[in-house]
């Protein structure tokens, strides 16, 4: 279970948000919304401790992440797996070892080990028969399913998705969300996913953070969203839909 408590965070004079709480159940699915530069993928860095806050506490288990000593906070972040917004793949070297970084970094598996691992991984995001080849001749839904196989690799508790369709056509957007559920299914893992993709969010999540000015604005279950009475919120899914519409006219 994570749970952020009071979370401020300001760089300088600029605040971000001030006094965030809200509490992630093991094997739920949240997501957080809101407009661009309102502190999304500033709240995801706070959740394994990439970022430090001005104040508040994040726990995992019941530990805050802020004091943990640097070998402590090394095991918590290798229960995390990170999907980034560009993938992040190494295009020097092969789907294969893309997936196989963490292992070797992390693990004194056997060669034997790491290929069994690996393929099953890959296998999981209907990339079976793709460890040959070059990360640079892979398609945008490819990498970020190449992303999404070395995320999930060390079989973490936690996954973290940095705008996981940003870029993508609706077909491949959808299969990303089809892969985001089947992996949240069968892998037990609670995940946590910055969008601004209205019909990812009602996909995927099964409660909804939304921040807006300045401060968590919004959060419940997802099945709830539509009928707040958060004029923001409203206004935010109403102009969402409408750019998804626009796109696929």
Known sequence: MIEIKN???SFGDLLVWRDVSLTIQDGETTAIIGRSGCGKSVLLKHLNALMYPDEGQILIDGKSVFDLSYTELRKVRQRFGILFQGGA?????????????????????????ISHNVNEALTMVNLKDSGS??????????RKRVGLARAIILKPDYLLYDEPTSGLDPRTSGEINELIVNLANTM???SVVITHDMHSVLSISDKVAFLDEQKLS????????????????????????????????
């Open 218 to 249: 919004w959060f419940g279950k997802t099945d709830d969203m539509k009928h707040s009475d958060n004029k923001n919120l409203m206004d935010f899914i109403t102009a969402s839909e409408y750019q998804i519409n626009k796109q696929t006219a």
């Open 89 to 113: 793949l190494f295009d020097s070297i092969s789907t294969f070892e893309n997936v196989a970084f963490p292992l070797r970094y992390f693990t004194d598996q056997s060669e034997e080990e």
């Open 188 to 190: 037990d893992i609670t």
């Open 133 to 142: 080849k070059s990360t640079a001749e892979l398609s945008g839904g490819m």
């Open 7 to 9: 979370l401020t965070k």
